[in-house]
């Protein structure tokens, strides 16, 4: 079984700059989740989506991220403009839909670095 | 509001020994606990995930055990090789959403 798959690994911009990143879920995982972690803390949920719609966003910055999951299979983050307290590492996470009582998987992550 | 916490936050052991990481949290009416491991610049690989009606799971070298009455959980390594330096983070799903609340995580070093 495939894992969950993230791209790109890297990403390196200017503030004010946009960038993008993408998430492939685990196949028939109708949950999936963006986390934000930056460096030497835990992840912090940014957005979930069921499907493909939004089951918690309140903690996104929606002033300068935005996430879409079209089709309820592949997923988008955005991030514009950047900002230097943005450098962290992204995370996409899959799981089955359920009441809390499921296992998460997570992909590689993409690294950003906002200089 | 779940709050998670591990100590200690790094753990630094000799290779062979065996190593207790502690994870803590402030709601004790949680689904479940997963256990996760992180190299340095990767993603989150899950380690163990126990439900709220198991006291501990095992797999391999690692076992984990809750105790929900006390807000703990334990997970134990045992006969720690160089390989599994990593940090390790626990976390728990916040109510009907799933959600996962993290640790700061614990970074381990286990050296030759």
């Known amino acids: 079984e495939a894992g969950v798959a993230q791209s790109p690994r890297y990403k390196i911009i200017e503030k004010r700059q946009s960038v993008a990143f993408w998430c492939n879920p685990i196949?028939?995982?109708?949950?999936l989740y963006w986390y934000q972690q930056i460096l030497g803390q835990g992840p912090k949920l940014l957005i979930q989506f069921q499907n493909n719609g939004v089951v918690d966003d309140s903690q996104l910055p929606k002033d300068r991220f935005s996430a879409e999951r079209l089709k309820g299979v592949d997923s988008t983050l955005k991030i514009q403009p950047a900002k230097l307290e943005d450098s962290a590492v992204y995370l996409c996470?899959?799981?089955?839909?359920?009441?809390?009582?499921?296992?998460?998987?997570f992909g590689q992550g993409t690294r950003l670095t906002v200089v | 509001k779940q709050e998670v916490t591990q100590i200690p936050a790094a753990l630094s052991v000799p290779e062979g020994e065996n190593l207790v990481l502690n994870c803590s949290f402030t709601?004790?009416?949680?689904?479940?606990l997963q256990w996760f491991r992180q190299d340095p610049g990767k993603g989150l690989t899950s380690l163990l995930l126990?439900?709220?009606?198991?006291r501990e799971q095992t797999s391999g070298r690692l076992n984990a055990s809750l105790d929900k009455s006390s807000g703990r959980s334990t997970l134990y390594i045992a006969a720690s090789q160089p390989g599994d330096s990593a940090t390790y983070l626990c976390a728990t799903p916040t109510g009907t959403a799933s959600k996962l609340t993290f640790g700061t995580g614990t970074r381990l070093q286990v050296t030759l």
């Open positions: 126990i439900q709220s009606s198991q």
């Open positions: 996470a899959s799981s089955h839909p359920g009441t809390g009582n499921t296992e998460a998987f």
């Open positions: 196949s028939g995982h109708a949950t």
């Open positions: 709601d004790s009416a949680i689904y479940n």
